[in-house]
């Protein structure tokens, strides 16, 4: 087990670009998050997925924003007419969730968006 | 929504010094998480502590969740130590499920 993954790592982009993350989470876990850290910050929570439904979403994620996960395998967030203020670090975590039974979540490296 | 505090915000550590960290949370949790945030910005577990004392080599955690805080201990810290140690609380409400973050604690350890 390789732990989370996120790809890419980086990503520059103009303002008023289109961009796409990924993230692949540990195997077997049922849950996966997605959250944004901004400098100086703790990370904030986005919203997250059981399998392939998106359970909850912040007020955060504007309609700009677009998660999916569309095997309840790896899932992917689009950010569309990206702004300024869309600059941070987007973090992907999994968790395994049973019936009763709720654990730690684990994250992945992060992708740190920069916009122009 | 439920408030997370870290103190202190900054802590600068002598090599081989001893430091605690506290977290306070405003409302019952189900579930307490400590991370290190590395330089290049990746989130590592440390504990997943809803309640008691737990202790993993020079680190150790203790959550007393009827008072609603939990406190970190780094016992002989060593400059690898450094980083931003982030406590994260998760309040279960109908089938909502996040980790809420406090502002996190700077730790610079010096040799």
């Known amino acids: 087990d390789t732990g989370v993954s996120q790809d890419p790592r980086h990503k520059i982009t103009k303002r008023g670009q289109n961009v796409t993350f990924r993230c692949d989470p540990i195997s077997e876990h049922n849950r996966l998050y997605w959250y944004r850290q901004t400098l100086g910050q703790g990370p904030e929570f986005l919203t997250y997925?059981?399998?392939?439904?998106?359970?909850?979403k912040s007020r955060l994620l504007s309609d700009r924003f677009s998660a999916e996960r569309p095997k309840g395998s790896f899932s992917t967030l689009e950010i569309q007419r990206t702004e300024q203020g869309d600059s941070a670090m987007y973090l992907c975590?999994?968790?395994?969730?049973?019936?009763?039974?709720?654990?730690?979540?684990?994250f992945g490296p992060g992708t740190r968006l920069t916009v122009l | 929504g439920i408030q997370v505090e870290q103190s202190p915000p900054d802590l600068i550590l002598q090599e081989g010094a001893n430091s605690t960290l506290r977290c306070n949370f405003s409302?019952?949790?189900?579930?307490l998480q400590w991370f290190h945030q590395n330089p290049w910005g990746q989130l590592i577990n440390l504990f997943y502590?809803?309640?008691g004392t737990k202790q993993n080599g020079r680190l150790s955690a203790t959550t007393v969740a009827t008072e609603r805080y939990s406190l970190l201990y780094i016992s002989s810290s060593q400059t690898t130590d450094s980083g931003v140690y982030f406590c994260a609380v998760e309040r279960y409400i109908a089938a909502g499920n996040k980790l809420t973050f406090g502002g996190g604690t700077r730790v610079l350890v010096k040799p």
């Open positions: 975590a999994s968790s395994l969730t049973t019936s009763g039974s709720r654990y730690e979540q684990f």
């Open positions: 409302d019952s949790v189900n579930n």
């Open positions: 502590i809803p309640s």
């Open positions: 997925f059981q399998n392939e439904a998106q359970l909850e």
